[in-house]
């Protein structure tokens, strides 16, 4: 069965960032991933960069980005407005997101702003249609009520033109099969493709865990025991485990993966290796 990989970056605040992104994406880009998608910090707070780092995208490479945008704090016309230079810088893809209160709280709608996610992806498919890509929560977003929300929410999603489901990361791999299962039976007709983090800060991780909701399997802590100051260590096992992630979950049918690189490529190259990802190779005579 033939492998969709897409990776995630974020964009760089510094020189030295900004040319470790660049050498990132000039390593991952020949495995010819389906497209690639670029954050967009909380409250906005990145806009320009996100941009920039998207259009230099589209000027200088083959890859086809897609532009994070989410509708918190900000009103429908700024939205809007974002979404049309978007649109006039060649950007088809849009992953579409609420986003976070700048500080920690209850989502609040401005009153001149988008209510929701589905209303955000409405406005968006009213400007032109692009593909769309939203988030999903195998272990529940920390804000909502039940799971039962968390499905009816992508199922309005889909409903209001989103056409495919990122989800948050998980590593207990059984709950993305559940999940999935579980989505399939209530109606989501769009594929839904398994958030890949490649723990090798695996300190970083499980910080990023608690905010996000996301458990961590004793099984996994139990691999990094002891391993807190061997990187060299702790990135050879992220590889292993996140490929086998991709490979039990590949035998039980799914074929497209979303990669959480953190700008980082050599882990993800090395499980994309693993994966049977490879480099495209040149043309006959290029
Ligand atoms: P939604 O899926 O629309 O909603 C999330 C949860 O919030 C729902 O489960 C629901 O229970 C609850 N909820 C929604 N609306 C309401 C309401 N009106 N009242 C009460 N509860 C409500 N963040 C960024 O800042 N920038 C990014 O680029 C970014 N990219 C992401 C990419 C992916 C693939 C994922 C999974 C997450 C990303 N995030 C990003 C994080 C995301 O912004 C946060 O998780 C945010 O809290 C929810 O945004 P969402 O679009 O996922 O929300």
Redesign the pocket.
């Known amino acids: 069965m033939s492998l969709a990989v897409s990776f995630e970056f974020f964009p760089p605040r510094t020189d030295d960032m900004d040319a470790q992104l660049w050498r990132s994406i000039g390593r991952l880009a020949p495995l010819n991933p389906a497209f690639v998608s670029v954050?967009?910090?909380?409250g906005g707070s990145t806009r320009e960069r996100t941009h920039a780092t998207i259009k230099r995208m589209l000027a200088e490479t083959q890859l086809k980005p897609a532009a994070?945008l989410?509708c918190v704090g900000s009103s429908r016309e700024s939205i809007d407005e974002i979404v049309r230079d978007y649109l006039r810088s060649g950007v088809r893809h849009i992953?579409a997101?609420?986003?976070?209160m700048p500080e920690p709280g209850?989502?609040a709608?401005v009153s001149d702003g988008y209510?929701?996610?589905p209303d955000l992806i409405r406005g968006i498919r009213k400007i032109w249609p692009f593909e769309i890509s939203?988030?999903?929560?195998p272990e529940?977003?920390p804000?909502?009520?039940s799971a039962e929300?968390?499905y009816a929410?992508l199922r309005a999603?889909i409903d209001a033109g989103a056409t495919r489901a990122?989800?948050?990361f998980v590593y207990d791999t059984d709950v993305v099969l559940r999940f999935a299962d579980r989505a399939y039976r209530e109606g989501v007709r769009v594929p839904i493709v398994p958030?890949i983090m490649p723990a090798t800060n695996f300190k970083g991780v499980v910080r990023m865990a608690k905010r996000?909701g996301a458990s961590i399997p004793d099984s996994l802590a139990r691999k990094f025991e002891g391993l807190d100051n061997d990187l060299e260590t702790r990135k050879l096992i992220a590889a292993t485990v996140a490929a086998e992630q991709v490979e039990k979950l590949r035998r039980h049918g799914f074929d497209s993966f979303?990669f959480y690189t953190l700008n980082q490529a050599d882990l993800t190259f090395a499980i994309c290796h693993l994966l049977g990802v490879r480099a495209e190779a040149p043309a006959a005579g290029s």
């Open positions: 954050t967009y910090g909380a994070h989410t992953v997101l609420r986003g976070d209850p989502y709608q209510e929701s996610t939203v988030s999903a929560y529940r977003h804000d909502s009520p929300h968390d929410l999603k990122i989800t948050q958030g996000c979303h």
